[in-house]
């Protein structure tokens, strides 16, 4: 009877053990509407995520509740100049992406022990808090990467080619967060500056 028991335990838990609960696998970034605004053939929209677009497009909600406000910026240039983008002209402060990251990193050791503890009654659950210990390593590990490549910070510099786009998420502090600011653009040869207020 034991032995039925722990099998039909063992069988329930195995897409457990499969799949892992945690992952890190968000959507890739799109234009999104938000704000607006265009000079010269070169159009900035910004968007502040909700947590819904925080837990679709950057893999987890819980950014705001740690602290932060993740905005989309997207430049497209429909110009024959090439734009840089300097993370230094944007006019409120960055946040670096892996810092971020860090932040709202899944807690590995509270997964593994809260498994394990229950490993103790039931065996198979020690097999789910190996498996939980590995995916979250792994989750914490693609969400540095993740957030490092998609984030602008202060000391980046992106160049946007004629006729190309560009799609980034600034991480901004609750404390530093304003619905307007300013982002300044210069053409390559640093004959034009173009100011958007946001």
């Given at each position: ?5 722990k099998l039909?335990t063992?069988l329930l ?7 892992g609960?945690a992952k ?5 970034l799109?234009?999104?509407?938000g704000?607006i605004?265009?000079?010269q053939?070169v159009e900035i929209?910004t968007k502040?995520?909700?947590n819904?677009?925080?837990?679709t497009?950057?893999g ?7 602290g932060y406000r ?9 110009s024959?100049?090439?734009f840089v983008?300097?993370g230094?002209?944007?006019?409120i ?10 932040r709202?990193h ?8 809260g498994?394990?503890?229950g490993?103790?009654f ?6 789910v808090?190996a498996a939980?210990g590995i995916n979250s390593?792994?989750a914490n590990?693609?969400m540095d990467?993740d957030?490092a490549?998609r984030?602008?910070?202060?000391s980046?510099?992106?160049v946007i080619?004629?006729h190309?786009s560009?799609n ?5 502090t609750?404390?530093n967060?304003?619905t ?16 958007f207020d946001?």
């Amino acid at each position: 009877m034991k032995r039925t028991i722990k099998l039909i335990t063992f069988l329930l838990l195995l897409p457990l053990l499969i799949t892992g609960c945690a992952k890190h696998k968000p959507q890739s970034l799109h234009y999104m509407p938000g704000n607006i605004h265009e000079q010269q053939q070169v159009e900035i929209s910004t968007k502040t995520f909700s947590n819904l677009d925080c837990k679709t497009y950057l893999g987890t909600e819980k950014i705001v509740k740690k602290g932060y406000r993740p905005i989309q910026i997207m430049i497209t240039n429909k110009s024959d100049k090439t734009f840089v983008l300097n993370g230094s002209n944007i006019s409120i402060p960055l946040e670096r992406g892996k810092q971020v990251a860090r932040r709202c990193h899944y807690n590995t050791l509270a997964r593994v022990a809260g498994w394990g503890v229950g490993g103790l009654f039931v065996w198979p659950l020690f097999l789910v808090a190996a498996a939980e210990g590995i995916n979250s390593i792994k989750a914490n590990k693609d969400m540095d990467l993740d957030f490092a490549q998609r984030s602008l910070y202060t000391s980046d510099q992106i160049v946007i080619a004629p006729h190309s786009s560009t799609n980034k998420i600034m991480f901004v502090t609750n404390e530093n967060y304003r619905t307007h600011f300013t982002v300044d653009l210069v053409d390559k040869e640093g004959k034009d500056r173009l100011t958007f207020d946001m």
